[in-house]
């Protein structure tokens, strides 16, 4: 039995032309709508805030960012002095003299666990080694999404590292064997 597609024979033109322009068009650009990359405001020498951007619940990410100071925080702050609870981490600070200025680019590595849904607000500190009472505050903003809500577009210097199954996943993985 042979069919004949009979869709385009009985097409109305204007009907076309309709359709056409009612279609949403988007520009063409290397731009993605948004910023890229991983906004740092440095408030003080104190404080520094790290806007994420959107992150997956339940996930591990590895943070790259850089800001610039006007000293070196390279040998002055204690890693392993990072404050609980735990969720993000920083692995290194790293500085370097800037070409162009004389401040200094401080390269920083961290890892972080997005724990719970909605807004993720972290504030972690670290110590000076010599002084005690003076320390360093970074805190880090994101939006987590959901399970089923989505993939999130991560920002440049983001990448994600694991995941961990929620209890309910691990029991149903278990019923299904």
Do not use: W
């Amino acid at each position: 039995m042979d069919c004949e597609d009979t869709s385009r024979t009985n097409v109305d033109p204007q009907r076309q032309q309709q359709d056409h322009q009612q279609r949403v068009q988007f520009a063409e650009s290397n731009q993605y709508g948004h910023n890229a990359d991983i906004q740092v405001q440095v408030m003080n020498q104190c404080m520094i805030k790290v806007h994420l951007g959107f992150l997956q619940v339940r996930h591990r990410y590895e943070i790259e960012f850089s800001f610039e100071c006007p000293e070196s925080m390279e040998n002055i702050f204690d890693l392993q002095t990072c404050s609980l609870p735990g969720h993000v981490r920083i692995t290194e600070l790293k500085a370097t003299k800037s070409a162009n200025t004389e401040s200094y680019v401080h390269n920083v590595r961290a890892q972080l666990y997005a724990y719970k849904e909605k807004l993720f607000k972290e504030k972690i500190y670290l110590q000076s080694k010599s002084q005690r009472s003076q320390s360093l505050s970074f805190v880090f903003y994101g939006r987590v999404l959901g399970t089923g809500k989505g993939t999130p577009f991560l920002k440049q210097g983001i990448r994600s590292i694991g995941f961990e199954l929620d209890e309910d996943d691990y029991a149903s993985d278990m019923q299904a064997n």
